[in-house]
């Protein structure tokens, strides 16, 4: 199954022919270098040097211009300067040419003001590529490689040291030099990556595209992916998804963090969040793993072919020594990677066969292995088959290296892993070459630190969770609401959110003082008082809001107060007066981020937020099992949920409340820039918003 | 500089002559392996085999029993039977041993009870070698080698695979398997640990010693250690300052948790400590590092051995390419290790040299260097001249590793880091062995993983504020107070802390309902009531404490309502009244940990600690700066330093309380269970307690 977003990456990443412009002779310079290595690994397809100067380089019949080429070419490769560059895709179009391998550099990446004549002329290629329904990877990329058909788009020196071994794991970087960096690391220990992407300045191609084809490509299985920044959510949702449904995990490293963006970073709300806590939230709903380093993209890529991803994970640790389980303990308790106990039955039976073994896990066997290596495979059997752990990890350390003993213990391991070949099995040994490829062999992977071996085996777990998870619950059905155009007042927001089917705080908007003690009667007291005024989006800062006000009198006074506190020039439409609601106070807002629109975040009131930052994201719109789960997922969910005798708020109403905020921002479009109700009293009773700002993008 | 607690040890690590108790001739036994490794690296001291049964063992003359013996040995090594054991250690002492390294298992380690014949057997073994001045390395420990003088008294297997290389690192491990396994790793690295102790079961030679001796040891720079718990207070705290004295890092991996001990665990504050987060406390008062894996121990530790520990460290980074910076940055921000910008007048001279670097920090001299190797050296000489950089971290990745640049990178670095010795510098590369080396012989370390470079450069940063930082202030000088037989009640409880200076809210213990109406007129309505009774350690639980009591009519009420509330059979004294104090809600607290004593903690009131666990602990005594500066680290600190326009409290009032809380508890002694200051209110005009819970160990 192929989508056509992603089949327009073929002639990128496996083209039968290849044209470079700016082809040189010399093996080692920028247009010489993919020649010559695809010459040394022997592409399948035809090598077309491009060069006025010359007719023929490093052995090929070399062309003194596109016009002269015997045969269009699938891709191009671009390695001449910025304004050669510009011209060649405008002849590369009109040929007909369906992809663009752009090494050169010179656009927006040395234009900081993203408006000068650099990022024109950026902009200039990208609208050529549109025009002609070409694809453009690059500029300022290091380009591409494809072993399985010998195609290296590449100027990496990387290859010098060695071509990638036999594997399933694609790359997909946006840095060159990372990607490089991956690869090597990868290739030196024996692992293969036979595919690599580098995206650079993505006018075009993003790594959204990349993982989407590579969640396609029937040779990959696993996808390790380096992003500084996503510029496209539509690629990179479609992506995500395809390789999710095709069970293909996909491990990210994402760094850099910047601010959410100047129109949104403007709201209370989005202050907190940040692109980059939007981006994990994204990250997490598709069940990417974020890794934190080099070797953990690395560890949890390798262990992931393997395509064994537990639902319920479960980790089973066998020592020779007791200490040894409490460092794997540890690291797997702060994953909250569950270590459950051996079932009493089988401890009893593990203490009969060794009677100071510790059998309840961690296991220890005890150095009584040392003389009898059967007991290794009897301590394992019984772990799989009746603590039924999906990931088994033996702390052997040196001594399951050493080679007398590493050959026992393999073949009563391997009997276990040919009987339950479903589960994960790594061995923390400390093995030479030798050792280490004869357990690979057998199926089981090596890793030296048991630290990182626990942090992979957890992967597994969550890669399992999300290909077994159900799909995300429908969107509540909201009524569609016009926007105004512009900011509204707060009785105004409210009006609209109510439309929405969000509760608010029973109050009344009070053009005078009489209407205000009407209301307050009605409501009875005591009651709160605010400013109400399109002009003022922070009533308390000015001291607009009166809270506790007690009898008539002190509604006389206090419109009097607020009247008088109200900033000169701002426009004031009255005094909104609302019944006294009290509840745990929590903040509920929509940001807008610039890649992936609305997102609403949840925490809980004043210090929580401000303070503690205990805010949870998520992009819009989503259902109300979403919005209750992340309700839950704050450190400070037990104060919502009864902690210490208090009485549990109406969880439900503020998921639905959540959730309905959710798809009204999704609705209302891009005009809406904020919305923040701030409080929201979680009562257990209901939820009911007692202030509401809505920023709308002035329609001028 | 050596004290007597530490060189007891000597006869342990460095003797000039081994008794082994059960030596064997077959040399990959037990009473065998000491032997044959000791014989085949050339121990220069004599080595005298015991066996009832041989007269000769590996070429050795053997002895029948410790009474043939030719000489008293400085040190015996037991690998006998537990009874053996016993027996030998009583004959030992009665020689004149000064130290004993048992192999022999079957003690503590398999009597969960702690009472049971093999713990007793143990404690036997411990009074012997403390009747007779003796040291005891275990019982169930693998030994000790000292490669220095080709001392392996270990029957650890690890050695088959080669001997540990020249270095200065110390190994101290409870764990024989988890030290191996670090031997192990070092080994394969090319790192030296000449030195390793295991110490088991800790009957009497502790992790503390072990660090205490290698503090004075002058062939030992660095420690590298791994414990599960700690069991005694005095020989680590001595060690540790000893080692801080002495300009040695300890790194430490201490996994384990388990509950503060069933005393303290019944106060409130106890509970949400833990053992670990003492520990923790202790470890970062005298500036040891916590590794939270074997990898970022040795790396650690490796780098440690350089002796450069920067106080005020900074990092600059220099890349190839801009993408790679990022992650570095974002692993920095994440430790707190800043990354200060270049100076404005040495970016531009950069921004001179190659028109599209990125000069700022990181800094990006571009694909250019590969034109003009000299770059990499002006680069660089600028960071650390006009930078400043006490790190420097250069990610080159497989270029930097690449044969013929590295040959002409290493010429440029290597003459920065002549005219700079004083700077860390990181090779990010990823390069074969010789070109590892090449750079590692010109002082250059090689780190292919750059998150893990940037961890252990930050710590070596702490190393250097630890070893820089001035002796903590004096404690409070409190006067000492004696403590009643018995938990007292809360009136009692808090005039013993006002008599140590420490500030309760005013209040008046009141026996009858009259005395309450007259002592709330005094301090002036409203009032706080609250039932008086040794009996209630948690008065809100039962509805004990009535706050916002307006007049003379609701004191009246109270009391009867108070009196009403007491649980059947508790001991009521009468009511406490006190004026109604309002501030920030903080918790101070004492709990009692069996290995360091009274230890202090500090958090905000209510749902901070309770739900957040936003808790700081520090052992007693401790002076008014230390208070100042866990108050200041918790994170919900800014409520108390006037965040968002609230007004900041008196912190210096708040920072006193602790204090002399710290130094009441510590005079107090050990019948002191716990103190539970709760809350005390901080304002901006004082701090006061307004609940004390005072817990005494009775006397009987």
Redesign the interface.
């Known amino acids: 199954m192929t989508t056509a977003r992603f089949a327009s990456l073929t002639p990128l990443l496996a083209p039968r022919s290849v044209a470079i412009l700016g082809a040189s002779s010399d093996p080692t310079r920028i247009g010489g270098r993919p020649i010559a290595t695809m010459l040394k690994r022997g592409f399948a397809g035809r090598i077309m040097p491009v060069n006025p100067n010359r007719s023929e380089i490093q052995g090929l019949p070399a062309y003194a211009s596109l016009a002269d080429l015997p045969e269009r070419p699938d891709v191009a490769v671009v390695a001449v300067s910025p304004t050669q560059a510009v011209a060649a895709m405008a002849e590369l179009g009109a040929m007909g040419v369906k992809a663009v391998i752009m090494f050169t550099a ?1 656009f927006t ?2 234009d900081p003001t993203g408006v000068g004549p650099e990022s024109q002329a950026q902009d200039e290629m990208l609208a050529t590529a549109q025009a002609h329904g070409m694809r453009l990877l690059g500029p300022n990329c290091l380009g591409v490689f494809n072993d399985h058909i010998g195609f290296y788009a590449t100027f990496s ?2 290859m ?2 060695g071509f990638p071994p036999k594997g399933r794991i694609g790359i997909a970087s ?5 990607g ?2 991956l690869f ?2 990868a290739r ?1 220990r024996g692992i293969g990556t036979p595919l690599m992407v580098t995206t650079g300045n993505e006018a075009d191609v993003t790594i959204g595209d990349v993982i989407g084809w590579m969640a396609e490509d029937p040779e990959t299985d696993v996808i390790a992916t380096y992003a ?1 920044g996503i510029r496209h959510a539509d690629s990179l949702l479609e992506a995500l998804a395809a390789a999710r449904a095709a069970r293909k995990p996909v491990v990210m ?1 994402k ?3 910047s601010v959410i963006g100047r129109s949104a970073a403007r709201s209370h709300t989005a202050s907190l969040t940040g692109d980059d806590a939007v981006t994990d939230a994204v990250l997490a709903e598709f069940g990417v793993v974020r890794a ?4 953990e993209l690395v560890d949890i890529a390798v262990m992931a072919t393997r395509r064994i991803y537990p639902v319920g994970n479960t980790l089973g640790v066998i ?6 389980g ?2 794997i ?3 797997a ?1 702060q994953l909250d990677f569950p270590l459950p106990p051996m079932p009493e039955r089988a401890q009893a039976m593990l203490k009969g066969l060794v009677p ?1 073994c510790a059998p309840r896990n961690p296991v220890d066997c005890t150095a009584q292995v040392f003389n009898d290596t059967t007991l290794i495979g009897r301590f394992t059997e019984s772990m799989v088959a009746e603590g039924g752990y999906s990931s088994v990890l033996g702390f052997f ?3 399951g ?2 080679k007398s003993m590493a050959a026992k213990m393999r073949q009563e391991l391997r009997a276990v892993r040919e009987r339950h070949p479903d589960r994960l099995y790594v061995m923390s040994v ?1 093995a ?1 070459a030798e050792v280490t490829r004869e357990y690979e062999q057998d199926g089981f992977l090596v890793m ?5 071996a626990v942090v992979a085996l957890h992967a597994m777990g969550r890669f399992g969770e999300a290909f077994a998870a159900s799909p995300p619950s429908a969107p509540p059905i909201v009524p569609s609401v016009a926007l105004p155009d512009a900011t509204p007042n707060e009785a105004e927001a409210k009006r609209l959110l109510a439309e929405a089917g969000i509760a608010v705080v029973p109050e009344a908007a009070c053009g005078d003082v009489e209407q205000a003690v009407e209301a307050a009667r009605g409501f009875g007291f005591p009651v709160v008082m605010k400013i109400l005024s399109p002009d003022i989006l922070h009533k308390s800062e000015i001291g607009g809001v009166l809270v506790g006000v007690r009898d008539e009198a002190g509604v006389r006074e206090g419109f009097a107060t607020l009247m008088a506190r109200a900033p000169e020039g701002a426009r004031v439409d009255g005094v909104l007066v609302a019944r006294q609601v009290s509840g745990v106070e929590c903040i509920l807002g929509i940001a807008r981020d610039p890649v992936f629109g609305p997102v609403a975040a949840f925490g809980l009131g004043g ?1 929580f937020v ?3 930052q ?1 805010v949870v994201v998520r992009r819009c719109p989503f259902g109300v099992l979403e919005a209750e789960a992340m309700i839950r997922s704050i ?2 969910a ?2 919502l949920l009864g ?3 208090r009485q549990a708020v109406d969880i439900a109403a503020l998921a639905t409340m959540l959730a309905r905020l959710s798809v009204f921002a999704h609705q209302a479009g891009p005009r809406l820039a904020a919305i923040d109700l701030n409080p929201v009293f979680a009562t257990p009773t209901g939820a009911f918003a007692a202030d509401a700002v809505l920023e709308i993008v002035n329609a001028d």
Chains 1, 2 share one sequence.
């Open positions: 010179g990446e040395i020196a990387s010098e040291a946006q840095s060159g030099a990372f490089s960096h090597s690391v030196n500084e490293m760094v850099g963090r934190r380093s080099t070797d020592t020779l020594s007791g200490g040894a409490v460092l303990s540890d690291v308790e100071f350390t040196q001594a290296g050493a400390i030479d030296e630190d048991p630290t990182r210090i401000e303070i503690l205990d450190k400070g037990p104060l902690a210490r005798g």
